[in-house]
């Protein structure tokens, strides 16, 4: 898989970007200093990502976040995205912290009017409509970064055909853990409006 040369911009454009840092950070069992020290920068850096103060730039969010979730979906995985890929509900499953696709079904496949083959290890949040970016900014608020199990969250999609084609419908979120801790979130369409 190559990886998307957009992707260090991607996810320094992702809202709550400290939020995301500090819930990876904290399932790895890691220390401030520990991840100031493999970034390369002091601890109060660290601590001014976490608090939303400051982001770090797209190079530098990309490296944290191939640091704290390494390389998702391993051979432990393939249970759950044999799952997501033999749905036949529209359904996908995302990396929670950057979108980086993990597995997607073959009715989610109709839907983008494209092959999930090329954008798998690719974030798809650069085809995010208004109503997928609004739903991610609320996050928050809603404690999806704070609560190890949060609660499902339903999203209006909204329409959207940036690359990706998107049916506008309701969505529903829900985090689930692969083997290695790092969280995943399976989007499955409900009902298109």
């Known amino acids: ?19 995301r840092l500090r819930r990876l950070r904290r399932i790895r069992g ?14 109060p850096t ?6 939303g103060e400051i982001d ?8 944290l976040m191939a640091l704290l979730t390494g390389n998702a979906c391993q051979p432990d995985d393939s249970p759950l995205r044999r799952l997501v890929e033999t749905s036949p509900l529209a359904v996908h499953l995302v990396v929670d912290a950057d979108h980086r ?4 079904s073959p009715s989610r496949q109709h839907e983008w009017g494209r092959s999930s083959a ?3 290890g690719q974030s798809l949040w650069r085809f995010a409509t208004e109503g997928i970016q609004a739903a991610e900014q609320s996050l928050d608020g809603l404690g999806w970064w704070h609560d190890r199990i949060p609660g499902a969250i339903e999203v209006y999609t909204g329409p959207g055909n940036a690359g990706l084609s998107i049916k506008p419908g309701l ?4 985090r ?4 290695d801790g790092t969280p995943v979130r399976l989007c499955s369409t409900i009902a298109y409006v």
């Open 1 to 19: 898989m190559t990886p998307d040369p957009r992707y260090g911009a991607t996810i320094a454009g992702l809202p709550h970007l400290g939020q």
């Open 30 to 43: 890691l220390k401030q200093s520990v991840v100031a020290e493999l970034a390369g920068v002091a601890q």
């Open 46 to 51: 660290v601590s001014r990502w976490e608090r």
């Open 56 to 63: 770090p730039g797209p190079e530098l969010a990309r490296k």
């Open 101 to 104: 696709l993990l597995a997607a």
């Open 118 to 120: 090329g954008l798998l």
């Open 171 to 174: 969505m529903l979120w829900e």
């Open 176 to 179: 689930l853990y692969l083997g």
